[in-house]
Structures are given as structure tokens and as C-alpha cells.
């Protein structure tokens, strides 16, 4: 894998977010977020509560403008856009091109799981409803979901209500794949289970992927590259080989301050630079780079 300017599918250039405060003060949550997402790859992006992860994701998906910075999305048939500089109909055609995993599923209750999957195509495409029931009976095959095509949102398990999730998410063919915590929520062999389908839709449909998450085992499990935010910006980013060895590594092996922080993220360590006679308010100055954590669930 080369990160060479054809392979590379979108490129987030010095990103800003800023939010108001209750109190009247500006909150930076992102700060000069910057990076690349390489064709075919599965790309996790991880970091403690409230470190602006979910923050970045929705910029990613332009649900949040940034202050300042680019998005440039690379696409073959439509060149190169910026989502976070263009018109309101480039930018929801962009959006067609990207599937949505959402953290509970988002499903819509008063449809069939067979409707949900079938709402985009019947939204966004021309073709017939014997096609669109094809298509919908594929996709659910893909996540093993087939035979509860005609069951009601409140009748899954959460790991349905996820596999129903990504069978829409991959309804109109995307080019890229944007999932939001997919393994939250649920028991460890069903997290394992929706991991194998990531990887196993990754490779089936080639598409790309990025992932955030704060789940380190599913992490591990999926990632190709990583990147670990902190204080609104990019702490480290490398491929996973890499965080693997910190995370394996004797902690007093490490020659530095930053190595033994991400080594006790990565551990879940309770004692280690991130908590050292700091107590949970300064974890959360650390992660948030501000004293205000009372929206911290928020980012």
C-alpha cells in the first residue's frame, strides 16, 4: 500500500472545530487536523472520551463545517471536492458516494428491515422495484440478515440492528465506508463477529474504510493504518504494526513520555502518564486540551 497522490481517496487538511461554551468561552476541539486515507484501506481513528473523535467523524461526513481547513474528497468520475468549501448540491451528491454506519444503527423504526435498506435506493436511484427487492436481498445476505428481512427495528438484537445498519450503509455501492463506534454496545463475541464482516465486506466490495472507535481489541482486529487523537490533534498516526509493538511493549522499556502515555491508552492502564497523581479531571484536560469537560460526551 503507497500513499502516492492516485492512491489516495481523501485528504483532511488542517481541520478546526470550535464550539461556544456555555459559560461564553470557545472550546477548540480540533486543532490543525491533518492526514491522509489511502484507496482500499481500513483507517481507525482512536483517543479517549471527548478527544474530538466523533467531532472529526462528522466533518468527515459534513454534518459540522470546520472553522478552517479542507476536505478534499478524490473521486473518478467527479474530481477533486472540498466538503467543507462547496454548494449544498455538490455536497449531497458527494454524500451519495459514502455509506454511514452510525453508532445505534439509525435505523428507522416504523420500517421493515427490508424497507430501511430499500429507502436509499428508492431516494437516490431510477430503477425498478424488482430490482431494488434483488438488491436489497443481496445486501442482507452479505450481512447474514436475510431471513429477518421482514422484522421491525424492535425486534433485533443489537448485533442485527448493526449488521441491518451496515446492509443500508452499502445499499448504493459506496466508495468509502465511514463507521462510528460499530462494536459499541454489544458482548465481545458479537463485536468479533461484526470486525470479521467489516473485514469481509472490506475485501468484497473493496472499499475503503474509516473507523472510530474506542474499542482497542475490535481496533486491532480491523485496522490497516491508525491514528490516535489527543488535545485536538493527531497524537500519532502509523500503521497498526506499529501501535501493536506499543502496545506490547514493557512499559519501563520505553524511552518516552509519549510512548508510555499511548502505551497505557492502548492497555487501558489504570496507573501511567495520563493518570499519574492527576485524577480523572486532568486525564480529561489532557484529552480535551481544555478544563471544560462538561460536554465532553458531546465531542
Known sequence: MTDSHADIVLSVRDIVVRFDTPDGRELTVLNGVSFDVIRGETLVIMGGSGCGKSTLLNCLIGEIEPAAGKIEYF?????????????????????????????????????????????????????????????????????????????????????????????????????????DEPSAGLDPVTSSAIDELIMDLSGKLRVTSVVVTHEMDSAFRIADRMIMLEQGRIHRIGPRSEFQALREADPQTLASDEDRLIHQFLCGASKGPLTDAQGLSEYEKILVGDSFVASRDQL
Do not use: C, W
Open 75 to 179: 473521486l473518478p468520475d467527479e474530481g477533486r471536492v472540498d466538503l467543507a468549501h462547496t454548494d449544498a448540491a455538490t455536497a449531497d451528491k458527494l454524500r451519495k458516494r459514502f455509506g454511514i454506519l452510525f453508532q445505534s444503527g439509525a435505523l428507522f423504526s416504523s420500517l421493515t428491515v427490508a424497507e430501511n435498506i430499500a429507502l436509499p435506493l428508492r431516494e437516490h436511484s431510477h430503477v425498478d422495484r424488482a430490482i431494488i427487492d434483488i438488491v436489497v436481498a443481496m445486501k442482507l445476505q452479505q450481512v447474514h440478515m436475510l431471513p429477518h428481512r421482514n422484522k421491525y427495528p424492535a425486534q433485533l438484537s443489537g448485533g442485527q440492528k448493526k449488521r441491518a445498519g451496515l446492509a443500508r450503509a452499502t445499499a448504493l455501492d459506496p466508495q468509502l465506508l465511514f463507521y
